[in-house]
């Protein structure tokens, strides 16, 4: 079944545009959502909170449409945004009991295992918590309303790699038993690495790919030659570097010609973005 189904969204503002943007995942996994600084990361998932007016496209969430069946989706999701401000002078326990009401399966067990399991002292205020603990008290928040599908907006930016991995640690013990599943966003390759199934890529409002992780990182290769093989293949080639010996650039798998006989090996997550924020927009 999928969580979730994104068909051909499109928003255009003044400056910058969603085009045709397009992807699903499986229930019970965790997607990546990577891109540059203004590639749309963030307008994706406000439409997928409904937060934005869209000018087109659908979006289905455990195989309903978003639009028609809102209230009820609502509750299905759970959704952290790196930067809102909650109320940062009240208590974690204050702001609990505002929030719990809006959602008609709060389960206050499940409340309060969370609140241990992430170490959480409800009688901290809000402005006392740090950037990790802030996540942990959203995703306790969005669990305990029995949310299957967590949209995060960069959840791991501002952490320390140690609280980092310790998210990610959640993540992957979250999606276990196959119920929960999980798009977040992040500019941060190893988090991709560490507990990713799935990669989408967004570039200027359009989806380059989306893929399960090792099939996404096998759709490209980064190559090395010289002057003479550049000149061969430099149409062919997403972006390069040029360095003493020749160059290195980043290549789709199915481009690569072997009578080029240049050394090829597969990239890294972080060479794939580096990769694309250099090239020129004809060749994609
Ligand atoms: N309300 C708005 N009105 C006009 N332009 C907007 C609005 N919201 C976002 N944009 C523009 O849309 C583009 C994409 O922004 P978005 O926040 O989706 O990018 P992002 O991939 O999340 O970037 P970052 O990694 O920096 O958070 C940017 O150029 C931004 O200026």
Redesign the pocket.
């Known amino acids: 079944m999928l969580a979730l189904e994104i068909k051909n969204l499109n928003k255009k503002?003044?400056?910058?545009q969603?085009k045709d943007v397009s992807f699903q995942l499986e229930k019970g996994y965790i997607m990546g959502f990577i891109?540059?600084?203004?590639?749309?990361?963030?307008?994706?998932?406000?439409s997928i909170l409904n937060l934005?007016r869209l000018d087109s496209g659908e979006i289905r969430i455990m195989g309903k449409d978003l639009i028609d069946h809102e209230l009820e989706l609502k509750q299905e999701i759970g959704s952290a945004f790196g930067d809102i401000a909650f109320y940062t002078r009240s208590k974690i326990k204050t702001l609990t009991k505002v929030i719990k009401p809006f959602y008609r399966n709060w389960d206050e067990e499940a409340y309060r295992s969370y609140l241990k399991k992430f170490n959480l002292n409800e009688n901290k205020r809000i402005s006392e918590l740090s950037t990790g603990m802030k996540v942990k008290y959203r995703l306790a928040l969005a669990l305990s309303h029995g949310a299957k599908l967590l949209i995060l907006?960069?959840p791991t930016s501002g952490l320390d790699p140690v609280a980092r991995d310790q998210l990610l640690d959640i993540f992957q013990e979250l999606v276990q038993d196959g119920e929960i599943s999980i798009l977040f966003?992040t500019?941060i390759t190893s988090d991709l690495e560490k507990c990713a199934d799935y990669i989408t890529y967004?570039d200027n409002?359009r989806i380059i790919n989306s893929a399960e992780k090792e099939a996404f990182i096998d759709t490209y290769r980064l190559v090395n030659g010289n002057a003479d093989q550049l000149n061969d293949m430099e149409g062919k080639l997403i972006a390069y570097k040029k360095n003493s010996f020749g160059f290195t650039g980043l290549i789709h798998a199915r481009d690569l010609d072997p009578s080029w006989d240049v050394r090829s090996a597969l990239p890294s997550l972080e060479d794939i973005m580096i990769y694309f924020s250099k090239k020129e927009s004809a060749y994609v």
């Open positions: 503002y003044e400056h910058f969603l891109g540059a600084n203004g590639a749309g990361k963030t307008t994706t998932i406000k934005i907006d960069e966003s500019h967004i409002g």
